[in-house]
């Protein structure tokens, strides 16, 4: 079918109680932008709203016009909107250091004489912990529960994926493992002459980690409080990612909100007499529009013009929200 058949005004207002609301798809295509409008249309509803950015690569002060990194941030001249640029740099510090002392541990409780560096080297070199601090950076704030709602400009995607999908499976690990160190402490607590307990930092980490995850678990599969948003543009490459995140959160019972597509060029400003480029591009744009309205049908919840200057500042924001929220 063609047409917007649920849009994004009557899908959430449809979801009162919806509170952590996401947006994916390639880069470049107006996730940013398109988070801002969100929260800013949540805090004009007079709901607590929290715009957040886990990115290592930040762009909420340059969308804002304002600098919001490193602290949640009242957003100038939009009453019940903070903004906040999570410091991702920081977080990964913290983990090396959390994880050193963890790995020494362990090797002090195995009787191994090795120095942990090299294991910290390799843990932390991994390109996956930078995403998991986004991840474990976001789930915190999440977490905290001071505000109605979340908006997160660029959800950590993969990692969500990655971790909620290994949640159930980390979970019987987890479980297993404490098992096993349970009986080797029980054991060691039998054959040492001190008779006092030993406390054990690996395995009150493991046992917070657990939990965390499957609480994150839970909320992030709750369709009631959870929606991702998939951005595309009316072209080949954003069409083919989102379609692949879609795939991914379904398998994952993650609730897929829907789909917006962003810079499509208003056919009511061309004619015969526009340059050759433009009406190119108008019906490459045109065959797409085709495509979509196919392959997400019933799911695109709005449809944005291409705008003739770059979106920045509220103010500009505010004018793109009447497209999003038509
Ligand atoms: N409908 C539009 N019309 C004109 N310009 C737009 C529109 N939507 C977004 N832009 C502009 O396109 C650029 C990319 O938008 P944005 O930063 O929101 O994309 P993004 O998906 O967040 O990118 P990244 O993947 O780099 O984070 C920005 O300069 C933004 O102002
Ligand atoms: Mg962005």
Same mark, same amino acid.
Request: charged share 20%; aromatic share 12%.
């Given at each position: 079918?063609?047409?917007?058949?649920?849009?994004?005004?009557?899908?959430?207002?449809?979801?009162?109680?919806?509170?952590?609301?996401?947006?994916?798809?390639?880069?470049?295509?107006?996730?940013?932008?398109?988070?801002?409008?969100?929260?800013?249309?949540?805090?004009?509803? &007079?709901?607590?709203?929290?715009?957040?950015?886990?990115?290592?690569?930040?762009?909420?002060? &340059?969308?804002?016009?304002?600098?919001?990194? &490193?602290?949640?941030?009242?957003? $100038?001249?939009?009453?019940?909107?903070? #903004?906040?640029?999570?410091?991702?740099?920081?977080?990964?510090?913290?983990?090396?250091?959390?994880?050193? $002392?963890?790995? $020494?541990?362990?090797?002090?409780?195995?009787?191994?004489?090795?120095?942990?560096?090299?294991?910290?080297?390799?843990?932390?070199?991994?390109?996956?912990?930078?995403?998991?601090?986004?991840?474990?950076?976001?789930?915190?704030?999440?977490?905290?529960?001071?505000?109605?709602?979340?908006?997160?400009?660029?959800?950590?995607?993969?990692?969500?994926?990655?971790?909620?999908?290994?949640?159930?499976?980390?979970?019987?690990?987890?479980?297993?493992?404490?098992?096993?160190?349970?009986?080797?402490?029980?054991?060691?607590?039998?054959?040492?002459?001190?008779?006092?307990?030993?406390?054990?930092?690996?395995?009150?980490?493991?046992?917070?980690?657990?939990?965390?995850?499957?609480?994150?678990?839970?909320?992030?599969?709750?369709?009631?409080?959870?929606?991702?948003?998939?951005?595309?543009?009316?072209? #080949?490459?954003?069409?083919?990612?989102?379609?692949?995140?879609?795939?991914?959160?379904?398998?994952?019972?993650?609730?897929?909100?829907?789909?917006?597509?962003?810079?499509?060029?208003?056919?009511?400003?061309?004619? #015969?007499?526009?340059?050759?480029?433009?009406?190119?591009?108008?019906?490459? $744009?045109? #065959?797409?529009?085709?495509?979509?309205?196919?392959?997400?049908? &019933?799911?695109?919840?709005?449809?944005?013009?291409?705008?003739?200057?770059?979106?920045?500042?509220?103010?500009?924001?505010?004018?793109?929200?009447?497209?999003?929220?038509?």
């Amino acid at each position: 079918m063609t047409g917007i058949e649920r849009s994004m005004a009557q899908y959430v207002k449809d979801r009162p109680q919806l509170k952590f609301i996401f947006f994916g798809g390639k880069g470049g295509v107006g996730k940013t932008v398109l988070a801002g409008v969100t929260a800013m249309w949540y805090a004009a509803q &007079g709901r607590r709203t929290m715009l957040a950015s886990t990115n290592p690569v930040h762009s909420l002060s &340059g969308l804002l016009t304002q600098n919001v990194f &490193g602290a949640a941030t009242p957003v $100038q001249g939009v009453p019940n909107l903070w #903004a906040y640029e999570i410091d991702t740099k920081e977080t990964i510090e913290r983990s090396k250091v959390d994880i050193q $002392q963890k790995i $020494q541990y362990f090797l002090k409780f195995a009787e191994i004489s090795t120095k942990a560096d090299a294991f910290v080297e390799s843990a932390t070199m991994n390109p996956a912990f930078e995403e998991s601090a986004m991840f474990e950076n976001m789930i915190e704030l999440m977490f905290k529960n001071e505000y109605d709602v979340y908006v997160f400009d660029t959800a950590p995607t993969a990692n969500a994926r990655r971790l909620l999908g290994m949640s159930k499976v980390y979970s019987l690990w987890v479980n297993k493992m404490l098992k096993s160190r349970e009986e080797a402490r029980s054991l060691r607590e039998l054959l040492s002459f001190t008779k006092k307990k030993q406390t054990d930092p690996l395995m009150d980490y493991l046992v917070g980690f657990r939990d965390r995850m499957a609480h994150a678990r839970e909320l992030l599969t709750d369709e009631n409080q959870t929606s991702f948003f998939f951005v595309t543009l009316p072209e #080949a490459l954003p069409i083919a990612v989102i379609k692949r995140f879609i795939n991914w959160f379904h398998d994952f019972g993650i609730p897929v909100g829907g789909v917006l597509v962003n810079m499509l060029i208003q056919k009511d400003q061309v004619n #015969a007499s526009s340059p050759e480029f433009v009406r190119n591009r108008v019906a490459m $744009q045109d #065959a797409y529009m085709t495509q979509i309205w196919n392959d997400f049908d &019933g799911n695109v919840r709005a449809v944005i013009p291409l705008f003739d200057n770059e979106v920045r500042g509220t103010e500009s924001l505010g004018m793109v929200a009447k497209h999003v929220f038509a």
